[in-house]
């Protein structure tokens, strides 16, 4: 993708030269960390830049930079956008938090966003979904669901949103169904479909029966579908790819939220925050619930999906003991969302412990 | 661990490194005669692109193999023009052609995305399948896994025991000399590199029709790469990419066993596990007494002009 990214930036340091003179554009940056083919994460993040780019109808100017790295080569990329004229940049992947945080530091007069982080800046505002949320309806569907009492979570790299998750899922599927375990198998990627595949399969043959994933492609979807088993679909709407399979998808929606920054940033009213989105905001939905699912199991979808998104419930609500014994969130306390941010204990019933 | 799950893994492990053994023994066979074409990636996509949609469009999983394998030869094509009529860089063609193929595949593949297919069902080889453990784990594949392992012992025979093998390892060693003897250099290395296309292209339509029956963009992650690498462990002997292949998909699939058995390693570390797994057996059975054969072919990555002498 190097090759890409130099044509991008070539691209954009003529449009610079040529923009000065006409009436500008205000212009929006995005970098992904997969191929905006992914079906999946990235997808969705460029869902959201269209759909910015039509609500601004010619106001607003966007460009992308797929299959960034995260690293040496993401803070290559984020300085090429912001030399090159953009006043916006929305950096999507938890791996380019320093590098954000380094070019924002060099451009000031660039407004730098950076999605699923915690270090903020001047001009670098942090913004996440409660993915929590999903996983927390996810975790009660595949809790019913399980004949082998045996679920499967398919993780990338144990980073807190992704423990968090793993908590909320195992904490709702316990809810309902006080017998069961969680597998839990890391592999180090966001995006390796061989690699999922993999990991589906050695995570059937190991007993579980519901696959969840915290990767973005759709091949563990295909691998239940084969086996007959069933999976929970992530970031976005993969229906398509499992049938049978397919329980619902948590699916992501940022447009709303590109929206609202980018007119912030043009009115100069924007403060970088750490904003946090979820079912209530619509950033987050189920999409495509499957029609096979046996009722009770729908209406507990449903019931559970209004109790979270009008606030009533909220899953990381005391008492919670980690796996170790210690109480980690006392009686009536609900984590704030700089505490969710720092999740780093797996809930009582995990038998695993946290790779370091 | 039990029998069962031993079974399973062993299954994995032959259909993870399976792949990897297309395209090792494509691209060994294109370093023998010379030439080093780092392009494995891209046409491994194309292979899986165009494989891709030719089953979905005509149904049939067959075509797509024979469409991927196509592709794989058209795309060798011209990196074949470029490096060996025109001589340029092998090294830096290769990349582009990687780059190319990555790029191309995904914009191709955008009206499939999200489309599957039933792809090859697997075929129980009577009798044998239905022997305990062995069976499930050797003889219960679908058929591209036995054509890896057909395919295999073949162009091991062809290398090093027939007049074919003879003449490739002749263009690769000293291709002055046997232009000297009358053999058409270039147009051997041509069809080494068309063998490793289509070998390529037949690897990711491995990925796209049976290991992950679907299309999307850079699916391959890396597996072209790690191919180029087996050849170069294995020493260019074919029984060795053969172990190499199938080693890496073990390790690979242990490393997501284990964690799933709730071992607490550190996942990174086991992921490094295939890598210095296969480097480590690699690198013991290379080191015998043999060495002069275990070397990389005399000619690799140097363009055949017959008008110079070496």
Known sequence: MKLKSLLVGLGLLAGVGAAQAADDPFKVGFVYVGPVGDLGWSYEHDRGRQELEQFFDGKVETTFVENVPEGADAERVITQLAKSGNDLI????????????????????????????????????????????????SGVAAGMLTETNTIGYIGSFPIPEVIRDINATYMAAKSVNPEVKIKIVWVNSWYDPG?????????????????????DSPAPLIAAEKRGMRAIGQASDQSSFAPNAHVFSVRDDWAPYYIKVTQEVMDGTYEPKDFWGGFSEDML????????????VRAKIDETYEQIKSGEFKPFTGPIMDNKGNVVVPAGHSLTDTELAQVNWYVEGITDAIPR | MDIDLITQVLFAAIKTGTPLLFIALGEAICEKTGVLNLGQEGMMLMGAVVGFMAAYATGNAG????????????????????????????????LALTIFGTGLSAFIGASVVGHTITGFQPLNIPLLSEIPVLG?????????????????????????????????KAVGENPHAANAIGIKVLKVRYLAVMFGGAMAGLGGAYMSLVYTPMWVENMTAGRGWIALALVVFASWRIGNIVLGAYLFGLASIMHLVLQGMGWSISPNLLAMLPYVATIVVMVIIGADKYKEKLLAPRSLGKPFDPRQMA
């Not at chain 2, 036995?146 to 003449?167: C, D, E, S």
């Open chain 1, 90 to 137: 929305f950096s999507t992947s938890f791996g380019f938090m320093n590098p954000t945080l380094k070019v924002a530091k060099r451009f000031p007069k660039v407004t730098f966003e950076h999605a699923t982080g915690y270090k903020r800046s001047k001009n670098m505002g942090t913004y996440v979904l409660r993915t929590y949320e999903g996983r927390y309806v």
């Open chain 1, 285 to 296: 939905s189920l999409a495509s619930i499957n029609d096979n699912l046996p009722d009770d």
């Open chain 2, 63 to 94: 075509m797509g193999i024979i469409g991927a394998m196509l592709i794989g030869m058209l795309m060798s094509l011209i990196f074949g023009f470029l490096v060996l009529h025109l001589g340029a860089n092998q090294v830096a063609t290769g």
């Open chain 1, 195 to 215: 690699k999922e595949t993999d990991a589906a399969n050695a995570l059937m043959d190991q007993g579980v029966d519901v696959l969840l994933q915290h990767t």
């Open chain 2, 136 to 168: 499930k784990v050797l003889f219960s594949h679908d058929p591209l896994v036995y054509l890896a392992i057909v395919l295999a012992i073949l162009i091991g025979f062809v290398a090093n025991k027939t007049r074919v093998g003879l003449t490739i």
